[in-house]
């Protein structure tokens, strides 16, 4: 069988039946197992990482915008505890946006897997040359408003308010410690307060409605496409492995958790920094085939020099379109957040924008699979010509 009839057929039985994949239902599971049976075929031993995930992206972060209203409260009547709590609050969410599990991994509420295996061409206790992690998501998106297109090309503008926000209320809060202002007889205070506070209101509020009516969708592209692509590399990998190279492929749950299958990963291994490469792959059934050369969410990452040169030089990836950062940081963001040389692989339309990504029209008749096995072969060459060099 074909690699192009495989990849028509493992985004068939992901995305071709009514069984929805997202995150925390039986879908998700029996995609799981389906993606292990795989890589069994292959004589791979992958093994199933359990986790447990709380809620949409949107939900959790807006957790900590809501939070901020509390904040505003008791600094008007306790300005230093407000703003040391305050201080608290704003930590808390940067860890939760750089990849770090803070304040959402009290609220468990859905069971989620990783599906890991690895190829070893090395013996058992030799350290390898090179680690290359190949990942993709396999659970579908959804689909609510702060997902149309309407709204997701402003989506970094709106996350740089939150930050404003948060930084204004912790300020004035600092100002009224230090200069022993009462704040209920401070204008200044009270109008800023009140801006603020109620923006950050206003937005986790928003968020909380937008979310409540979100619909799963297909995925046949975001991101059965993605873990397609993946199965054709494990299976091209365990038939031709890359001398003194550890190959890791990581399907990961839970991704419209704000990554949770991924930052679990990077959260229970932990791979030397220097010689070590991730590979995200998704979207690439629809559009242009892209590298990101930046992930923004708040924090700015950039792509390894090394890379980029390697994107430059190479004539199959010199090919590739690269785009500067989009408004939905991709899983990339996580492993630049945490140190690891990443980059990802994804499908562009005719705006930059990734292409069916949380949307209702993400079925299988959207799907070139022929782009799937090109994405396949820039993976490949990527991997092969990043440890040769």
């Keep these: 069988m074909s690699t192009l009839t495989k990849i028509a057929n493992d985004i068939q039985h992901l995305a071709g039946t009514n069984i929805t994949r997202r995150y925390g239902t039986e879908g998700e599971l029996l995609s799981s197992e389906y993606i292990r049976n795989r890589l069994l075929d292959m004589h791979l ?18 957790l900590y915008w809501v939070e901020f209203v509390f904040v505003v409260l008791l600094s008007v009547f306790f300005p230093l505890a407000g703003f040391i709590y305050g201080i608290a609050v704003i930590v808390f969410y940067f860890l939760e946006l750089l990849g770090y599990f803070s304040i959402s991994q009290f609220i468990p509420e859905y069971q989620s897997q990783n599906v890991h295996a690895v190829i070893k061409n090395q013996e058992e206790f030799d350290e390898p040359k090179y680690r290359i992690i190949f990942h993709a998501n396999y659970d579908c998106g959804v689909f609510h408003f702060l997902y149309s297109a309407a709204v997701m090309s402003i989506l970094p503008l709106l996350h740089n308010i939150v930050v404003i926000c948060m930084l204004t209320i912790l300020g004035v809060g600092l100002r009224d ?25 206003a937005l986790g509020l928003f968020a909380f409605i937008s979310t409540a009516n979100e619909e799963d969708t297909r995925g046949a592209n975001f991101n059965a496409s993605g873990v397609a692509c993946l199965l054709a590399l ?43 490469l991730f590979v995200n792959v998704e979207g690439v059934g629809s559009g242009d085939l892209h590298i990101v050369t930046r992930e923004n969410m708040v ?24 785009v500067d950062s989009l408004p939905i940081p991709t899983s990339s963001f996580m492993a630049l957040s945490h140190g690891y040389k990443a980059c990802t692989l994804i499908g562009l339309d ?25 994405a396949f072969e820039i993976a490949r060459t990527l991997a092969e010509t990043w440890t040769n060099s």
């Excluded at 038939?239 to 839970?254: C, L, M, N, R, S």
Aim: with cysteine; net charge neutral; glycine share 4%.
């Design 350 to 374: 005719k705006d930059k924008m990734p292409s069916y990504r949380n949307q209702l029209e993400d079925t299988t008749l959207n799907v070139d699979e022929q782009k799937v096995k090109k």
């Design 177 to 201: 410690s230090l200069v022993e202002i009462i704040p209920w007889n401070d204008n200044l205070s009270m109008t800023l307060w009140t801006v603020a506070g109620g923006t950050l209101g």
């Design 45 to 62: 031993q992958p093994k199933i990482e359990p986790f447990t995930c709380s809620r949409e992206t949107f939900q959790i972060l807006s």
């Design 299 to 322: 924090f700015t990452f950039s792509i390894d020099n090394k890379i980029k040169e390697l994107l430059h030089k190479n004539p199959l990836l010199s090919e590739i379109g690269k």
């Design 234 to 276: 494990a299976e091209h990998f365990s038939e031709q492995p890359i001398k003194d190279v550890e190959i890791h492929f990581v399907f990961t749950g839970a991704h419209e958790c704000w990554m949770s299958g991924l930052r679990h990963f990077l959260k229970k291994n932990v791979f030397p920094k220097k010689n070590t």
